[in-house]
């Protein structure tokens, strides 16, 4: 088994990639964030400066799209929220296997955000729906992030299940062969 282990190892640098990518897109969603309120702010009290119309909808895009990236990011840390009140009163063995089912069941919510994800971001409402403010952008971008955290979350989800998995065997043989 932990030759097994060993070969899938091997794709490590694919989720280190993944993941700097995805840290990367949302800390240029913060700057967008920013520069845009700052210019939008800076339009209200400065005569000279106008404030642009599209502000206040392309925010909130841009803050959607950094909320569900970030908790993908989140469960590549093991940061997510979850309750860990009892983990110090359980054996070992009972807290890896229920960190595993949880990875399961975060991992079938990722499935369903990919699902019905892409359902909703070829309906007619996403495809035909336009920003008040900006008539000539689809609705469909403001719907794009269900999706793409759904994948997100799929990808470092079975990075999670892997580790815990092999922790869960790798020490069983250890003690084993000891």
């Excluded at 800076?42 to 909320?67: C, K, N, Q």
């Excluded at 719907?143 to 998995?165: N, R, S, T």
Aim: hydrophobic share 55%.
């Amino acid at each position: 088994m932990p030759a097994f282990f060993r070969a899938v190892e091997k794709i490590k640098p694919v989720y280190d990639w993944t993941y700097k990518i995805l840290m990367f897109i949302c800390k240029l969603l913060l700057i967008g964030d920013i520069i845009i309120t700052a210019w939008a702010v800076t339009g209200r009290y400065v005569p000279f400066i106008t404030d642009p119309h599209w502000s206040e909808e392309i925010v909130l895009t841009l803050m959607v799209y950094m909320a569900v990236l970030s908790a993908t990011l989140a469960i590549r840390r093991g940061a997510h929220i979850r309750m860990t009140a009892f983990d110090t009163y359980l054996p070992k063995k009972v807290l890896m296997v229920s960190d595993i089912i949880a990875d399961l069941a975060v991992m079938a919510l990722g499935v369903v955000l990919v699902i019905y994800g892409i359902k909703f971001c070829n309906s007619p409402l996403s495809i035909r729906g336009k920003y008040a403010s900006i008539p000539t952008l689809s609705k469909f971008w403001q719907y794009l992030p269900i999706p793409v955290a759904g994948a997100g979350m799929i990808i470092f989800e079975l990075e999670q299940v892997f580790q815990h998995v092999e922790a869960f065997f790798v020490k069983d043989e250890k003690k084993e062969g000891a």
